[in-house]
């Protein structure tokens, strides 16, 4: 996705844009033209006439930054032809990562400082 953001986020929104994909959607190498830091990305085997793909089952998780290297999605590859796979990415925004960094670094202990917009 090729587009230019306002950094208008609050600390508690978590991603800019949301994907999904399946039946065998593939695409090119590309390095991503945003302003968003990180994306987290997923792939789950399912069937092709719908359900989770559980023998064998297996997840693909990853978090990459993704404008900063080059990623693709690659064809799904089934012997059978009876399978497919659900991917989503979350693009993680700026803010997010900046407030996640001060999470792992304790910033948030204080109770009095509020993190999003609800009391803990």
């Not at 990305?41 to 997840?59: S, V």
Request: hydrophobic share 25%; glycine share 4%; net charge neutral.
């Amino acid at each position: 996705m090729n587009y230019n953001q306002k950094e208008n986020y609050c600390p508690d929104d978590f991603s800019s844009a949301i994907t999904y994909t399946i039946n065998d959607f593939c695409n090119k190498a590309h390095v991503d033209n945003d302003t968003d830091y990180w994306t987290l990305i997923g792939f789950i085997p399912i069937r092709k006439n719908g359900g989770l793909a559980f023998e064998d089952f297996d997840t693909y998780q990853r978090l990459l930054k993704t404008n900063k290297l080059k990623y693709q999605t690659i064809p799904s590859k089934s012997t059978s032809g009876l399978f497919t796979r659900f991917g989503f990415s979350c693009q993680i925004s700026k803010y997010m990562s900046i407030t996640m960094e001060k999470y792992h670094i304790d910033h948030y202990k204080d109770k009095n400082h509020s993190f999003g917009n609800y009391d803990d």
